[in-house]
């Protein structure tokens, strides 16, 4: 008899695990493109860039990231919102408000500016495993390229993205090395509402690197494009065709999706730069070149604990962000042509796809063996970046208000708001880089 409390109390403790575990597990599965692409956002590139800011500006340039999220999360939910009410990829999407070699020429600036980014990319993951191993960095970026590639080819999206959705996990390393240093948070609070601002063309140039790395062309498209093989997927009409019920239940997810997925791409851009304001700025190392030197520079002043998460960290970002931007390229260029794509197609039904899939990762690859400073490899990818997003985003925001397209779940005020916003923002610091 006394062992019946305690049965009932275990039973009671192991449903209550099971609805905990069933609940997470429902949260986590409402979670998808918006949450894969906000991960991706903080690839190895971006490190480096965010690296670069806080390295060279201290804690003067957590503004910026502060600024971009309520831009990031407009622009997202706006390229979702265009896939999932039309059906149609972006695009294809753009090829019915500007003429057909308007949006290749942007896809072919994109497949130029993605294959920059993929190339600095793994280069990054290959120099991050250098350090952890003590060699080995062209033999790995090799490895890490072909297991990559062959997933994106020969792995149905639906099993794919299950490992793309975990391995947004490993970004909270960045956040885990702010327990290595020390941080006064008071300071942090009055940098962030009052920043010291310096007019000048390094500050300048860090800032389009910052927002054209956070505010990426290769992220409408990938999001556009997954909102579309979801649906697909799960035998889903697109919104214009759905009862009212569902399509409000769709909007909403995707508003979460999309919000949680900025939320941490946000996160992480704020803790690197502030890792680096206050490890690297505060020692005097003002000029950081790519994330792995980051990772390497840290060691002596955080410590070692700072320095495994930011490097295995580096890795993780670069396995999930590359199939993004190598993905994102083969929706642009099959669209722009009118040509079979998706990742659940098989390699056979969507040859041309694929073989630019094929293509941006083998010249990103051979890119290792050109004599390319990787700093200049990355700053011409976000100017490019940059430049290519604002006619997309002049373009986006049109098409997001046409009731031919949309019907009625055009953008809602405050989506076209930002949007614009966002828009102007890239536009001006594009133009202010130029003039400076």
Same mark, same amino acid.
């Given at each position: 008899m006394n062992d019946t409390p305690d049965r009932t109390t275990g039973h009671r403790l192991d449903a209550a695990a099971t609805h905990a575990k069933r609940k997470f597990e429902l949260g986590i599965g409402r979670l998808g493109p918006g949450l894969i692409t906000g991960a991706a956002d903080d690839d190895p590139s971006g490190i480096a860039t965010y690296s670069q800011a806080g390295a060279q500006f201290g804690l003067n340039m957590l503004w910026s990231v502060v600024v971009a999220y309520p831009l990031m999360v407009a622009v997202q939910v706006i390229s979702a919102r265009i896939g999932r009410v039309t059906g149609k990829g972006l695009a294809a999407n753009l090829l019915e408000v500007l003429p057909r070699y308007a949006v290749v020429a942007l896809a072919l600036l994109l497949f130029v500016a993605n294959t920059i980014n993929i190339g600095a990319d793994i280069a990054a993951m290959g120099a991050a495993a250098e350090l952890l191993a003590g060699g080995g960095a062209i033999a790995f970026t090799i490895f890490a390229a072909a297991i990559s590639l062959l997933l994106q080819v020969f792995v149905p999206y639906h099993a794919y993205v299950k490992y793309l959705k975990w391995l947004t996990l490993v970004l909270f390393a960045y956040v885990g090395v702010v327990f290595a240093v020390h941080i006064d948070w008071i300071e942090v609070a009055r940098s962030v509402v009052a920043p010291k601002i310096e007019i000048s063309a390094a500050w300048i140039t860090v800032i389009v690197a910052v927002f054209g790395t956070t505010i990426s062309p290769y992220l409408f498209f990938w999001q556009t494009a997954e909102e579309v093989e979801d649906m697909e997927l799960k035998h889903q009409s697109d919104l214009r065709h759905m009862t009212r019920p569902a399509a409000r239940h769709q909007l909403k997810r995707m508003a979460i999706d999309t919000a949680t997925g900025m939320a941490i791409s946000d996160i992480i851009s704020f803790f690197i730069i502030l890792t680096t304001a206050?490890?690297?700025?505060?020692?005097? +190392?003002?000029?950081?070149?790519?994330?792995?030197?980051?990772?390497?520079?840290?060691?002596?002043?955080?410590?070692?604990?700072?320095?495994?998460?930011?490097?295995?960290?580096?890795?993780?970002?670069?396995?999930?962000?590359?199939?993004?931007?190598?993905?994102?390229?083969?929706?642009?260029?099959?669209?722009?042509?009118?040509?079979?794509?998706?990742?659940?197609?098989?390699?056979?039904?969507?040859?041309?796809?694929?073989?630019? +899939?094929?293509?941006?990762?083998?010249?990103?690859?051979?890119?290792?063996?050109?004599?390319?400073?990787?700093?200049?490899?990355?700053?011409?990818?976000?100017?490019?970046?940059?430049?290519?997003?604002?006619?997309?985003?002049?373009?986006?925001?049109?098409?997001?208000?046409?009731?031919?397209?949309?019907?009625?779940?055009?953008?809602?005020?405050?989506?076209?708001?930002?949007?614009?916003?966002?828009?102007?923002?890239?536009?001006?610091?594009?133009?202010?880089?130029?003039?400076?």
């Open positions: 206050v490890t690297l700025n505060r020692a005097g +190392i003002t000029d950081i070149e790519t994330s792995a030197q980051a990772a390497n520079a840290l060691r002596p002043i955080a410590g070692q604990f700072a320095f495994l998460l930011f490097s295995l960290g580096i890795i993780g970002t670069g396995f999930l962000a590359v199939p993004v931007l190598a993905g994102s390229t083969g929706y642009a260029m099959a669209e722009a042509f009118g040509l079979p794509k998706g990742l659940e197609k098989k390699p056979g039904a969507a040859k041309a796809f694929y073989g630019v +899939i094929v293509a941006a990762m083998v010249i990103a690859l051979a890119s290792i063996w050109m004599p390319i400073d990787p700093i200049k490899m990355l700053f011409w990818s976000a100017v490019i970046n940059g430049v290519v997003s604002v006619p997309i985003l002049c373009a986006m925001m049109i098409l997001a208000r046409r009731h031919q397209q949309m019907g009625a779940y055009v953008a809602n005020p405050w989506q076209w708001i930002f949007g614009w916003a966002a828009t102007a923002v890239m536009a001006g610091a594009v133009v202010a880089m130029f003039l400076l």
